[in-house]
């Protein structure tokens, strides 16, 4: 009994056997222009792969989003070729479940890494539009300083205090940006305050004096002063000068020298900064002199002190 179930048995595998070797035999010669498919498209895969990757260098700066899209051309090609291939060997079956299978990832990767595909969207974006390069000084989230790279996913600044801030791309997008070095100048404001007693008008122009001949400024803009506000204890202005803006640095040495310029340009003409003022009320007996308001606070404190009990 054990004997003729083995031998059944082995009749099976052999029959079964059989049939596969036939039938690679007849599929021999689809298997070999399966696999010459496979190569030729292999070929012109890494062909035009690296002819993507070079056409966009030479019109984009990203090399990492260029390097990204011919080797997803490459992917793109060769999966064409593998299906071509499987189609070859009547594998259709194949076919349409790997596509339904990659169907299914793609929408699970998809919800998995939202962010990083959104990342991803945005250095794509960036690199096509080049709202910012590297260089640049750019403004985002309150983080101000240099692009150093831009990567696919993130974008790194190098503040002015040297701290590297890797902000990602869908911020760099979606929120306000400042690019400062988009364009070549930039208004220097600065608040100055005066005494009361100061003739606004000479006031006025002895500031535009003073700073119409700072080296940076350019000359087709004339120097601003307004006047604002009565303050507390000053007439408070801005004075408004246009300069060339190269980088930050020669911003700030630009502003340093406004400063100066302007306590100087007071100090030689006698205008006075005045420091804030404040009343200072010793009301507690409701004097009408400020001495006979100190008086009276000393006398209360003599009273004081004599109703203490002596230890």
């Known amino acids: 009994m054990v004997e003729n179930s083995i031998e059944h048995a082995w009749k099976l595998i052999s029959v079964k056997l059989m049939d596969w070797y036939e039938l690679s035999i007849q599929n021999l010669p689809n298997f070999f222009v399966a696999l010459l498919v496979v190569v030729i498209f292999a070929f012109i895969a890494r062909w035009m792969g690296l002819g993507v990757q070079t056409l966009m260098l030479r019109h984009i700066r990203n090399r990492a989003l260029a390097s ?20 070859i060997l009547h594998l259709d079956k194949t076919v349409t479940s790997l ?4 169907g299914v990832i793609g929408i699970a990767l998809g919800f998995a890494f939202q962010d990083i595909a959104a990342n991803f969207v945005a250095g794509v974006l960036i690199a096509f539009r080049e ?10 989230e309150s983080y101000l300083g240099t692009v150093k790279s831009i990567d696919l996913r993130t974008t790194l600044i190098e503040t002015f205090q040297g701290i590297e801030i890797y902000i990602p791309n869908q911020l760099m997008v979606t929120k306000p940006l400042q690019n400062i070095s988009g364009t070549p100048r930039r208004r220097v404001d600065l608040s100055v305050g005066v005494s009361y007693a100061e003739n606004l008008r000479d006031v006025t122009e002895i500031i535009k004096k003073a700073l119409s001949s700072i080296e940076e400024r350019i000359k087709e803009r004339d120097v601003e002063v307004f006047f604002e506000e009565f303050g507390g204890s000053s007439i408070n ?14 911003y700030l040495d630009t502003r340093h020298e406004i400063v100066i310029r302007i306590k100087e340009a007071f100090d030689k003409n006698g205008i006075t900064i005045p420091f804030p003022i404040r ?33």
Do not use: M
């Open 131 to 140: 709202p910012y390069k590297i260089g640049d000084i750019v403004e985002v």
């Open 68 to 87: 990204l899209t011919g080797t997803v051309i490459k992917i793109v090609i060769v999966f064409i070729g593998l299906f071509i291939s499987l189609g």
């Open 237 to 250: 202005c801005t004075a408004q000068v246009w300069v060339s803006y190269p980088n930050h640095r020669a």
């Open 279 to 311: 009343t200072l009320d010793f009301g507690i007996k409701g004097g009408k002199t400020l001495q006979e308001n100190l008086t009276a606070f000393y006398k209360s404190s003599d009273d004081l002190e004599e109703r203490e009990p002596t230890k």
């Open 99 to 102: 596509l339904a299978g990659a």
